[in-house]
């Protein structure tokens, strides 16, 4: 089944300590992006990766880092994550065309204390 | 810059009755538009692509390119309408794929 899946689905953490939320598709896709969903804000992207080996930032990149080592593959990074980012993740990916669809992940519910 | 408006945060019609979704954009060139649609605790999925010039679910949206709109429409909203709306805009060139999203509007309708 095409998919893509994200681990933790939900993660409750304090202030300043690492963490990964993995995202992972099956579709050979080559754009893979990272949003946060916020009440009142939409979503906004925050890292998105045009292929392998290659990142960009989106409007709201503080606070976050990505990798793109392996196609399917594509982490969020919060190297010392802090209460504003406290908020729902999810990883979509999609063709490198303008009229592909993306697909999303199911999200993850992060909670920074 | 690419930019996408939804103008209403919130939009509430009774079942049965027409609804229509606002979305404009600024964009100089061509866009590719979509709206994605977010049920309650589910993963946002694509509802429609203006290339398509599909209905799904009873949903239509025409590009107007003069006006700078996409605007969804449904003659009879449904209860299982309410959800989460975004329109999204995608652009051709070094950023192929890209989906610039507007803030959304949560559709609910009433029984």
């Known amino acids: 089944e095409a998919q893509v899946t994200q681990n933790p689905r939900y993660l409750i953490t304090v202030t300043g300590k690492k963490l990964t939320v993995t995202c992972s598709q099956n579709m050979n896709h080559e754009y893979m992006s990272w949003y946060r969903q916020d009440p009142g804000l939409g979503l906004r992207q925050i890292y998105y990766?045009?292929?392998?080996?290659?990142?960009d930032k989106g409007d709201v990149p503080e606070g976050y880092k990505v990798s793109r080592k392996e196609k399917r593959n594509f982490p969020l990074i919060l190297e010392s994550p802090s209460p504003n980012q406290t908020s729902l993740y999810f990883c979509a990916s999609g063709g490198q065309a303008a009229t592909y669809e993306q697909y999303f992940g199911p999200g993850t519910r992060l909670t920074v204390t | 810059a690419q930019r996408v408006t939804q103008p209403e945060k919130l939009l509430s019609v009774f079942k049965g009755a027409p609804v229509e979704l606002k979305c404009n954009y600024s964009?100089?060139?061509?866009?590719?538009l979509f709206w994605y649609v977010q049920y309650s605790r589910q993963r946002l999925q694509l509802l429609l692509r203006?290339?398509s010039r599909e209905s799904i679910k009873g949903f239509t949206a025409d590009l107007n390119k003069g006006e700078t709109s996409f605007h969804l429409k449904k003659p009879f909203a449904q209860e299982e309408d309410s959800a989460m709306y975004y329109c999204?805009?995608?652009?051709?060139?070094?950023?192929?794929?890209?989906?610039?999203f507007g803030r959304g509007t949560q559709l609910t309708v009433w029984p």
């Open positions: 999204a805009l995608s652009v051709r060139g070094s950023t192929l794929g890209r989906l610039y």
């Open positions: 964009y100089s060139g061509s866009p590719e």
């Open positions: 990766s045009m292929n392998v080996e290659v990142t």
């Open positions: 203006h290339i």
